[in-house]
C-alpha cells in the first residue's frame, strides 16, 4: 500500500513529462517484493477492518489479519533499510528543502516525491500503531489479542482505546489515497497503477532501482516470520475470555 500511496502522489509527473518527451524511457521503479509487499498489505488491511466491523465470530479472523499486517511491516522495514534504490527510505525521506522545490515545481525524482513520501511514513507509522496496540487489545466480549494477558487490564483498555479510535484516521488516509488516485487517473491522465503491478514506469529521465539481493530478501521474509511468530501466542489472537472464576468448594460437614 505505501508504494502505491506514493504513486498516486509521487512520480505522476514524471509520468505526464515522459508522455510529451520524445526521450521517454521504459525503466524499472519498483522491485517484484516491494510490489507484493503493497498488495498484501492492501488485502490484509481490508480484511483487518471489515472483520473487526463485523465484529463476534469474525474477531478471530480479525486477529490474523492483525498478524499478517504484523509481518509485512517488520519486511517492510528491513527492505527499507537494505532493500534497492527506490524501496530504501533513505531515497525519498523528506527534507523540509525537497519540500519546498516539489511545491515550487522545482523537484525532479522517479521514486515517491516529498509529499508522497510524507504519506508513506504516515500510514506505515499508523499501521504499526493499529497492529501494535490490536496485541493486546480486548472487544469487551470474549476476544483478546495474543499478547493481551502480558500487561495489565488498566493498560490493555488504554490501548485498546487506542486501537479503535486510529481507525477513523486510517480510513480517513485510504479514502485520501483513493481520492488521489481517482484523480491522477481520470484528471491527470497518467497511468499511476500499472507500475504498482508491472514494476515498470515510462519517465523523462531518471535510474532504475538496483536489483533486489537475494540474501536480504531471505533475511527480511525469516525476520518478519520470526516476529510474526514470537508475537503469535498460541497462533494469534484467539475468541477467549479470561478464565472463568472457580466456584467454591463445598466441604460437606458431619451431621453431629
Not at 485510504?174 to 503491478?197: Q, S, T
Not at 525469516?222 to 501466542?233: I, M, N, P, Q
Amino acid at each position: 500500500m505505501s508504494a502505491r500511496l506514493a504513486s498516486s502522489d509521487g512520480a505522476a509527473d514524471q509520468g505526464l513529462v515522459a508522455a510529451r518527451s520524445p526521450s521517454a524511457r521504459r525503466i524499472r521503479v519498483w522491485d517484484l517484493p516491494l510490489r507484493v509487499f503493497h498488495w498484501s498489505l492492501a488485502v490484509a488491511v481490508g480484511g483487518a477492518v471489515l472483520t473487526g466491523e463485523l465484529g463476534g465470530n469474525w474477531m478471530d479472523l480479525h486477529g490474523r489479519f492483525g498478524l499478517v499486517v504484523v509481518g509485512l511491516l517488520v519486511f517492510r522495514v528491513v527492505w527499507g533499510l537494505a532493500g534497492p534504490t527506490h524501496a530504501r527510505f533513505a531515497s525519498f525521506a523528506p527534507t523540509l528543502r525537497s519540500v519546498r522545490a516539489y511545491l515550487a515545481g522545482r523537484w525532479q525524482g522517479v521514486g515517491h516525491n516529498p509529499l508522497g513520501a510524507l504519506s508513506v511514513f504516515a500510514l506505515l507509522a499508523l499501521l504499526a500503531t493499529q497492529a501494535g496496540t490490536g496485541l493486546f487489545s480486548n472487544d469487551d466480549v470474549a476476544f483478546t489479542g495474543p499478547l493481551y494477558g502480558t500487561v495489565g487490564a488498566g493498560l490493555a483498555d488504554r490501548l485498546t482505546g487506542i486501537h479503535r479510535l486510529s481507525v477513523d484516521v486510517l480510513l480517513g488516509l485510504v479514502a485520501l489515497h483513493v481520492a488521489a488516485v481517482v484523480y491522477y487517473v481520470r484528471v491527470r491522465r497518467d497511468p499511476i497503477i500499472k507500475p504498482m503491478l508491472t514494476g515498470w514506469k515510462e519517465v523523462a529521465h531518471g535510474e532504475s532501482t538496483s536489483r533486489s539481493r537475494p540474501a536480504v530478501l531471505v533475511l527480511a521474509v525469516l525476520l518478519a516470520l520470526a516476529v510474526t511468530y514470537r508475537v503469535s501466542g498460541a497462533g494469534g489472537g484467539q475468541a477467549h475470555g479470561p478464565a472463568p472464576t472457580p466456584a467454591p468448594t463445598t466441604v460437606n460437614r458431619p451431621a453431629w
